[in-house]
């Protein structure tokens, strides 16, 4: 027995549900227990039940109003049937006012599908407007590698939006899709017209620098005098356009290649000259340890005649091996310095106008001193602790360049 419907089942397995003052046969269910057969008939008014909560449940969360539409249309069926046991009547309530809140449903969906439709569009205009920017950059300006890569997503995500997004009325899709399509031709002729100048360009590097390497080559072939010659190439070839990565890296390999053949022949004819310096150098550091004695020289006129003599000595001896020859040149230039220090002192103590000019100073400085050490006593008597401490470093600076003068 149902909570809010009488029912009965008879011997046969018939179902009788209780109306008002009569009763009304909804099916058989033999061969089980009267419980059994109430039980199945409560089921089947519990699934109607429940298809109906769950499409009252999909409207309140925004469903289609058409698909509601159709639903009710089934479980009004079903609750038309009264197939089952359970208050039908309150079905049939809730299924009525389901269907008339459709209405309000069906201007909500369109609302929503209005805005859908709108956001749609501007999805697209926005993937347009991006094609046409980059369509109207300077083709010189562009960086092709990254801009191709940018169209590729451009024209992916508007597939995307062409699959998944609301379906735009005929005009707006194919005014959108021209500007689109319009915008992607023009780069894709910017793009052949910008590789096909490069190649040309290219063609015109790779041709120039590969006359630059017959030119090498043949320096190569010409002997280890070419050098300077080699370098004249690399100045011309610093100024030569670029042929492309692959392309220039390959030219520059084979153009480095003849210039490491061209420095290893000459280094192998500086190998043997510096071989045959040995000697030289030998006799050049022997000289040197004698001209070193000079550094702590103090007759002016002797160290002059024995640097003189160890000059020309020097110049006979010849040349050495480069990788000695700064050293040796270096330690030479030092005992010349110092034995021509040697003879600007002398030069300097015996120059008379100097010596004039610094006695007159000299003079001027101690007279200034003496007027000082008078400041310095009356200061004194009045025990002027901060002018006597001033005094006595002006005295100090004086006496100071009294020194520098005497020296």
């Given at each position: ?29 033999p ?116 801009t ?70 043949a ?37 480095k ?53 160890i ?50 100073l ?21 025990k ?7 005094i ?16």
């Open positions: 027995m149902s909570e809010k419907t009488q029912a009965r089942v008879d011997s046969d397995g018939n179902v009788y549900v209780v109306e008002g003052s009569g009763e009304r046969l909804i099916g058989q269910y061969d089980v227990t009267a419980e059994e057969a109430i039980a199945f008939f409560e089921r089947k008014f519990n699934d109607t039940n429940s298809a109906l909560v769950l499409l009252e449940q999909r409207a309140k969360n925004g469903a289609s109003a058409s698909e509601i539409a159709e639903s009710i249309a089934k479980i009004s069926e079903q609750i038309e049937a009264r197939a089952g046991i359970g208050n039908y009547e309150a079905l049939a309530d809730r299924a009525t006012k389901l269907s008339a809140s459709l209405v309000e449903l069906s201007a909500a969906e369109k609302e929503m599908q209005a805005e859908a439709l709108e956001r749609a569009k501007a999805e697209r205009e926005a993937i347009v407007s991006e094609m046409e920017k980059l369509a109207a950059v300077d083709p010189q300006k562009i960086q092709w590698k990254q191709t890569k940018k169209v590729d997503e451009l024209f992916a995500q508007w597939q995307a939006a062409q699959k998944n997004s609301p379906r735009l009325n005929k005009t707006d899709a194919n005014e959108l899709w021209k500007r689109f399509r319009d915008a992607r031709h023009k780069l894709d002729q910017h793009r052949r017209a910008f590789f096909a100048d490069l190649d040309a360009k290219n063609k015109g590097a790779k041709s120039a620098k590969e006359e630059l390497i017959a030119q090498a080559e320096l190569v072939a010409d002997g280890t005098g070419n050098v300077a010659a080699y370098r004249s190439l690399l100045d011309k070839w610093k100024l030569a356009p670029r042929a492309g990565k692959k392309i220039d890296d390959a030219l520059w390999s084979r153009f290649a003849a210039g490491d053949a061209i420095y290893a022949a000459k280094k192998s004819v500086d190998d043997a000259e510096d071989e045959s310096f040995a000697g030289n150098l030998e006799v050049k550091l022997a000289l040197l340890v004698e001209a070193e004695t000079l550094l702590s020289a103090t007759d002016r006129v002797e160290a002059r005649s024995k640097l003189n003599a000059q020309k000595k020097w110049d006979a001896a010849g040349k050495v091996p480069r990788a000695h020859f700064k050293s040796t040149e270096d330690r030479l230039r030092k005992v010349e310095q110092a034995v021509r220090a040697l003879e600007d002192n002398h030069w300097n103590a015996s120059n008379p106008e100097k010596i004039a000019r610094s006695e007159g000299a003079g001027q400085i101690q007279d200034k001193i003496a007027a000082l050490e008078t400041e310095l006593e009356s200061a004194k008597v009045d002027n602790t901060t002018k006597i401490a001033e006595e470093a002006a005295i100090k600076t004086q006496n100071e360049w009294l020194a520098v003068l005497s020296k």
